[in-house]
Protein backbone atom coordinates (compact mmCIF):
# COMPACT_ATOMS: atom_id res chain seq x y z
CA UNK A 1 0.00 0.00 0.00
CA UNK A 2 1.57 3.56 -1.10
CA UNK A 3 2.62 5.79 1.61
CA UNK A 4 -0.20 8.73 2.71
CA UNK A 5 0.60 11.38 -0.07
CA UNK A 6 2.67 10.34 -1.93
CA UNK A 7 1.68 11.76 -5.22
CA UNK A 8 1.90 15.40 -3.72
CA UNK A 9 2.71 18.35 -5.81
CA UNK A 10 1.83 20.73 -2.69
CA UNK A 11 5.25 22.63 -2.04
CA UNK A 12 6.48 22.25 1.29
CA UNK A 13 6.30 26.06 2.01
CA UNK A 14 2.85 26.09 1.28
CA UNK A 15 2.16 23.13 3.60
CA UNK A 16 4.02 24.99 6.87
CA UNK A 17 1.93 27.89 5.54
CA UNK A 18 -1.11 25.97 6.19
CA UNK A 19 0.30 24.17 10.01
CA UNK A 20 1.23 27.70 10.80
CA UNK A 21 -2.96 28.65 10.39
CA UNK A 22 -4.52 25.42 11.86
CA UNK A 23 -2.47 26.00 15.55
CA UNK A 24 -2.88 29.39 15.49
CA UNK A 25 -6.44 28.83 14.70
CA UNK A 26 -5.98 26.27 17.92
CA UNK A 27 -4.43 27.76 20.64
CA UNK A 28 -0.82 28.72 19.17
CA UNK A 29 0.14 31.92 21.19
CA UNK A 30 3.55 31.61 19.03
CA UNK A 31 4.50 29.66 16.08
CA UNK A 32 8.43 29.68 14.52
CA UNK A 33 10.49 27.40 12.17
CA UNK A 34 13.25 26.17 12.43
CA UNK A 35 15.77 26.11 9.18
CA UNK A 36 18.45 24.32 7.84
CA UNK A 37 21.59 25.53 6.53
CA UNK A 38 20.37 25.44 2.69
CA UNK A 39 17.00 27.16 3.98
CA UNK A 40 14.54 24.68 4.01
CA UNK A 41 12.20 24.24 7.13
CA UNK A 42 12.94 21.37 9.32
CA UNK A 43 10.87 22.30 12.40
CA UNK A 44 7.80 23.80 13.41
CA UNK A 45 8.02 25.38 17.17
CA UNK A 46 5.10 26.50 18.59
CA UNK A 47 3.48 27.98 22.47
CA UNK A 48 0.35 26.79 24.23
CA UNK A 49 -0.91 28.34 27.41
CA UNK A 50 -0.37 25.52 29.79
CA UNK A 51 -1.43 26.16 33.33
CA UNK A 52 -1.57 29.60 33.57
CA UNK A 53 2.49 29.80 31.24
CA UNK A 54 3.35 29.33 27.73
CA UNK A 55 5.27 26.32 26.92
CA UNK A 56 7.19 25.37 23.65
CA UNK A 57 6.27 22.42 21.35
CA UNK A 58 8.36 21.53 18.61
CA UNK A 59 7.16 19.49 15.41
CA UNK A 60 9.47 18.00 13.13
CA UNK A 61 9.18 16.69 9.64
CA UNK A 62 11.36 13.76 8.51
CA UNK A 63 11.80 13.47 4.69
CA UNK A 64 15.22 11.10 4.99
CA UNK A 65 12.50 8.59 6.69
CA UNK A 66 9.91 9.25 3.82
CA UNK A 67 12.96 8.62 1.59
CA UNK A 68 13.74 5.38 3.27
CA UNK A 69 10.23 4.19 2.63
CA UNK A 70 10.27 5.10 -0.43
CA UNK A 71 13.24 3.15 -1.19
CA UNK A 72 12.12 0.30 -0.02
CA UNK A 73 8.87 0.38 -1.97
CA UNK A 74 10.84 0.99 -5.45
CA UNK A 75 9.26 4.53 -5.82
CA UNK A 76 11.30 7.14 -7.29
CA UNK A 77 11.08 9.69 -4.95
CA UNK A 78 13.76 12.70 -4.79
CA UNK A 79 14.27 15.18 -1.87
CA UNK A 80 11.80 17.68 -3.29
CA UNK A 81 9.35 14.86 -3.67
CA UNK A 82 10.34 12.82 0.19
CA UNK A 83 9.98 16.80 1.81
CA UNK A 84 6.65 18.00 0.25
CA UNK A 85 5.17 14.00 1.72
CA UNK A 86 6.69 14.58 4.95
CA UNK A 87 5.35 18.15 5.84
CA UNK A 88 1.87 17.15 3.78
CA UNK A 89 1.53 13.65 6.47
CA UNK A 90 2.73 15.91 9.31
CA UNK A 91 -0.19 18.33 8.11
CA UNK A 92 -3.20 16.07 8.46
CA UNK A 93 -1.57 14.55 11.46
CA UNK A 94 -1.96 18.03 13.55
CA UNK A 95 -5.22 18.04 11.40
CA UNK A 96 -6.42 15.02 13.12
CA UNK A 97 -4.96 15.91 16.41
CA UNK A 98 -7.38 19.32 16.62
CA UNK A 99 -10.24 17.26 15.51
CA UNK A 100 -10.02 15.98 19.18
CA UNK A 101 -9.91 19.40 20.12
CA UNK A 102 -12.43 20.62 18.34
CA UNK A 103 -14.79 17.94 19.57
CA UNK A 104 -13.74 18.32 23.15
CA UNK A 105 -12.00 15.15 23.46
CA UNK A 106 -8.58 16.95 24.24
CA UNK A 107 -6.80 19.73 24.65
CA UNK A 108 -3.82 21.35 22.54
CA UNK A 109 -1.41 20.46 25.35
CA UNK A 110 -2.89 16.91 26.34
CA UNK A 111 -2.49 16.23 22.65
CA UNK A 112 1.07 17.49 21.81
CA UNK A 113 2.51 16.85 25.35
CA UNK A 114 5.03 14.36 24.15
CA UNK A 115 6.29 17.12 21.69
CA UNK A 116 6.56 19.92 24.40
CA UNK A 117 10.58 20.75 24.82
CA UNK A 118 12.82 21.89 27.42
CA UNK A 119 15.36 24.47 28.03
CA UNK A 120 17.79 21.98 25.94
CA UNK A 121 15.05 21.86 22.94
CA UNK A 122 14.62 18.42 23.46
CA UNK A 123 11.22 16.78 23.43
CA UNK A 124 9.47 15.41 26.18
CA UNK A 125 9.79 11.92 24.10
CA UNK A 126 13.55 12.63 23.52
CA UNK A 127 14.27 13.11 27.31
CA UNK A 128 11.96 10.07 27.71
CA UNK A 129 13.97 7.68 25.20
CA UNK A 130 17.41 8.44 27.36
CA UNK A 131 16.50 7.61 30.39
CA UNK A 132 16.49 10.53 31.82
CA UNK A 133 12.44 10.99 32.45
CA UNK A 134 11.67 7.99 34.62
CA UNK A 135 8.02 6.83 35.49
CA UNK A 136 6.30 4.62 37.96
CA UNK A 137 5.86 0.87 37.12
CA UNK A 138 2.23 1.84 35.96
CA UNK A 139 1.55 -0.53 39.48
Excluded at 72 to 94: G, M, P, S, V, Y
Aim: net charge negative; proline share 3%; hydrophobic share 40%.
Amino acid sequence: MPIKNYTTKVPAVQTVGEIQGILAAHGARKVMMDYAENGKVTAVTFALDCCGSLHGFRLEARPDGVKAVMAKERTKCDDEQAERIAWRNLKDWIAAQVALVETEQATMDELFFPKLIDRNEKTLYEVFQTGQLMLGDGG
